[in-house]
């Protein structure tokens, strides 16, 4: 892998947690007022990745990448818009397909500078996140779609040996959703107090065990933008 797979953090401030952003760039803005968002204070944005795609303004939310108080796992939509500007034209094709014809509408000059500007920042995206946050004494994983792990230390440890697979989980699995969803519940996962993921859309914000989902179909018509802090989490998750 080109980038370190899972990324460290101690949040001194409050910790937020975003779930997908998908273009509303004005809409996030916004919530970050509502809720008071201070980062002159020390407080951190945590996002599940996505942040482009779908929305009105993909290209102003990648300038958050560039914020030293915002920290963003990769989602499968960054994974998209890396391999179309890398790679083939089937890989164009299906980012364009799955909402980033926005890149397309640029000219190629935009194309040319977004491509030189981002192409680093979206590359050196880590897969997963580790958030020690002083406030609560606790420690917060964030990964964008799923986790194919039992132990939160599994994930850090497996390194440069992560499989395809496990790899294609944390982006694109919705598995441990159609589970419960079934009625079939996962034990917690270990080493962390709370797993924060995204990528499959809800009206609301969802928990089980201790796994947070927060994606909330941002994007999309009716969708909205979901910010938690760390204290509403964990309150939600002891309910």
């Known amino acids: 892998m080109s980038c370190q797979h899972v990324t460290k953090h101690h949040c001194h401030g409050t910790a937020y947690f975003v779930g997908d952003i998908h273009g509303e760039y004005h809409q996030l803005t916004q919530s970050l007022a509502k809720v008071g968002f201070k980062p002159e204070q020390g407080d951190q944005l945590y996002s599940v990745g996505d942040l482009v795609d779908r929305g009105k303004d993909s290209a102003r939310c990648l300038e958050f990448l560039e914020k030293p108080w915002f920290h963003a796992v990769k989602g499968n939509h960054e994974a998209m818009m890396l391999e179309a500007l890398n790679g083939t034209e089937a890989a164009k094709e299906l980012w364009f397909s799955s909402g980033g014809k ?7 000059a935009e194309q040319q500078q977004l491509s ?35 132990h939160w230390d599994a994930f850090v440890q497996s390194g440069n040996n992560i499989t395809e697979q496990q790899l294609a989980s944390c982006l694109w699995s919705r598995a441990t959703l159609r589970a419960i969803n079934n009625g079939n519940y996962p034990d917690p996962i270990t080493g962390v107090d709370a797993l924060i993921m995204g990528h499959t859309p809800h009206p609301i914000f969802r928990g089980h065990g201790n796994r947070v989902w927060l994606d909330t179909g941002a994007g999309y018509p009716k969708g909205t933008i979901t910010i938690l802090s760390a204290h509403q ?5 002891l309910r």
């Open 102 to 108: 926005w890149f397309e509408q640029l000219s190629s």
């Open 116 to 150: 030189n500007r981002y192409r680093a920042p979206l590359n050196s995206l880590p897969i997963g996140m580790e958030i020690y946050v002083e406030q609560q004494q606790l420690t917060f994983g964030v990964v964008h779609a799923d986790f194919p792990f039992n």
């Open 233 to 237: 989490i964990v309150h939600m998750l």
